[in-house]
Nanobody, 123 residues
């Protein structure tokens, strides 16, 4: 499975961005992680195929919205009210099979990764 992520950029605090990630095949879970300079990769959000259940890290709840177009195998991350601490490289990830909810935030359970798209939020 190949993942192609795009949509990053340089914005000011309070602005919005939408990230997109297109997968070459259908997967059960598609999600987003991010990695800021000098920090570990962290979970941002994920969505399952059927039913479409969504998961968010507490740091982005209420500001980010994940959605999925199953027909095109594309996942979107709408990011509103961006903060400087959202600055990171954002990676799209996918997993073929089901997992328990508690494992959703673990990077190691995802089978495929995109190349990353950089988001910079200035204050």
């Amino acid at each position: 499975v190949q993942l192609q992520a795009y949509g990053g950029g340089l914005v000011q605090a309070g602005d919005s961005l939408r990230l997109s990630c297109a997968a070459s095949e259908r997967t059960y879970i598609m999600g987003w992680f991010r990695q800021a300079p000098g920090k570990e990769r962290e979970f941002v959000s994920a969505v399952t195929l059927t039913p479409k259940l969504t998961y968010y890290d507490d740091s982005v709840k209420g500001r980010f919205t994940i959605s999925r177009d199953s027909a095109s195998n594309t996942v979107y991350l709408q990011m509103n009210s961006l903060k400087p601490e959202d600055t990171a490289v954002y990676y799209c990830a996918a997993r073929l099979g089901r997992i328990i909810t508690s494992a959703m935030k673990r990077a190691g359970v995802y089978d495929y990764w995109g190349q990353g798209t950089e988001v910079t939020v200035s204050s």
